[in-house]
């Protein structure tokens, strides 16, 4: 293949903006917040389950201490009920009297129980509470790190893809300047050559795959008309000669 020595100049320019390019999309995924974010979402996830959980356990108390209040009135209810028979003792006998005092102390003792499972229950249920207070902070605490990480890391996101833009419609116009059949070759050979398709040829070294040619490339390279296009014998890629290639 020919080309004109400018247009295979134009290639290094070419070779840069590319090269460019492929920084820019490893640091816009390399960001430090994509990692940092992944971490605080991930305490974010854990702090709201043990939320969850507080929470469940405080609507637990809840509903148990409301039965448990539930309890304790019905049985005051009747234990009233049964002082006020007691304390009229109409139409009773001795032994139904004694009875009734017997289930009015039994009553008593029952509410007494029944008191304490209340105070047992709320004191279970204003732990729940302050758990689910101090769950709450670390939940809100922690989403705002992830909200701060997420505005940096757009913010930077923004910054780079706007660089992306510009490198881009740089490498447009470059590669309107150069022959398609150049181009082709080149953009074959940076996708077979992890991303270089050309590379300058300084001081008989090639800058692509960094070794130097040996005496026999060389002399043909040196024989070879300035319009041919040369490839380096190790790598392949097409090497593009200037005034300082050592020829």
Same mark, same amino acid.
């Given at each position: ?27 816009? !995924? ?10 605080? $979402? ?21 509903? $148990?201490?409301? !039965?448990? $209040? ?24 001795p ?7 017997? $289930?009015?102390?039994?009553?008593? !003792? ?82 077979k ?32 008309s ?22």
């Amino acid at each position: 293949m020919n080309a004109a020595p400018a247009d295979q100049i134009r290639l290094l320019d070419l070779q840069a903006l590319d090269v460019r390019l492929t920084q820019l999309a490893h640091k816009r !995924k390399s960001l430090p917040e994509h990692a940092e974010i992944v971490t605080l $979402e991930g305490d974010l996830s854990q702090h709201r389950d043990l939320l969850v959980a507080a929470q469940t356990e405080e609507s637990d108390c809840a509903r $148990e201490q409301t !039965k448990a $209040e539930q309890d304790v009135d019905q049985v005051r209810q009747r234990a009233a009920r049964d002082q006020q028979r007691l304390d009229s003792g109409a139409g009773m006998s001795p032994k139904d009297l004694e009875n009734l005092q017997h $289930e009015v102390a039994s009553l008593a !003792k029952r509410q007494g129980d029944l008191e304490d499972v209340v105070l047992e229950v709320m004191e279970r249920r204003e732990a729940a509470q302050e758990r689910v207070k101090e769950l709450t902070g670390r939940v809100e605490s922690v989403q705002a790190k992830v909200n701060d990480a997420l505005s940096r890391r757009d913010a930077a996101t923004v910054v780079i893809d706007d660089e992306v833009a510009t490198v881009t419609k740089e490498r447009e116009v470059v590669a309107a300047s150069i022959p398609a059949d150049l181009i082709k070759l080149y953009d074959r050979l940076r996708e077979k050559q992890g991303g270089i398709g050309a590379a300058r040829l300084n001081q008989r070294r090639c800058e692509g795959c960094r070794l130097e040619l040996d005496i026999t490339e060389i002399n043909e390279i040196r024989a070879a008309s300035p319009d041919q296009v040369v490839r380096c014998g190790n790598c392949s890629r097409i090497l593009v000669r200037t005034s300082e290639s050592g020829l």
